[in-house]
């Protein structure tokens, strides 16, 4: 009976070992799938669906404070912006590839790619050409972690991960809009 008591605490132990490991075990595995350019691993460690819907808020609220209330009140700015917020919806599902996201994990803006610039190449300084470089990490809650890293202006951008289970994807990211 004894041996049945250690061993389940073994298996506890093992398994909250895991799951405090999972987040920094997913960075790893995102990283690497970023530097092999191998789409079909780092679709396994995002979730894409609610990363889309995140950065279409995001972008859809950044659009109407921009516009500011002039013309959120008027009826032919109510319909630009909401032809403005589709627009963003459809570049959000343009860019929201595992390319896109190559960049932003090496601090590039996502516009830089749709210039021609190649995402494995990160501008003038070759240290930032390592996905998630010098990144700051930081637990928020037993199914919340971020990873932080700066962009090209060394403003913040913040990549969120949360627990599904036993395993951790990325589910949102935080841009400095």
């Known amino acids: 009976m004894k041996r049945f008591g250690w061993l ?12 405090a490991a999972g987040p920094y075990l997913t960075v790893h595995a995102i990283r690497e799938a970023v530097r092999n350019e191998d789409s079909r691993a780092l679709s396994k ?3 894409f669906p609610a990363l889309r819907a995140s ?23 109510a319909i630009g912006l909401r032809l403005a917020g589709s627009a963003a919806g459809t570049g959000v599902d343009m860019m929201v590839t595992p390319v896109g996201l190559s960049a932003l ?3 590039q803006r ?12 990160a501008g003038p300084d070759p240290a930032r050409a390592a996905p998630l470089e010098d990144a700051h990490y ?7 972690f971020t990873v932080t890293v700066r962009d090209d ?12 289970g036993l395993r951790w994807k990325l589910s949102d990211i935080r841009l400095p809009l």
Do not use: C, K, N
Not at 8 to 19: D, I, N, S
Not at 138 to 144: D, L, T
Not at 153 to 161: G, K, T
């Open 8 to 19: 389940m605490l073994a298996v506890l132990v093992l398994l909250l070992g895991y799951v």
């Open 45 to 47: 460690q995002v979730d």
């Open 55 to 77: 950065l279409r808020l995001q972008l859809a609220d950044a659009i109407v404070r921009e516009a500011g209330v002039e013309a959120q009140s008027s009826l032919l700015g």
């Open 105 to 107: 994990m090496r601090g």
């Open 110 to 121: 996502l516009w830089s790619l749709a210039g021609g610039a190649s995402p494995m190449r």
């Open 138 to 144: 930081r637990y928020h809650s037993p199914s919340r």
């Open 153 to 164: 202006r060394d403003r913040p951008i913040e990549f969120v991960l949360t627990r599904q």
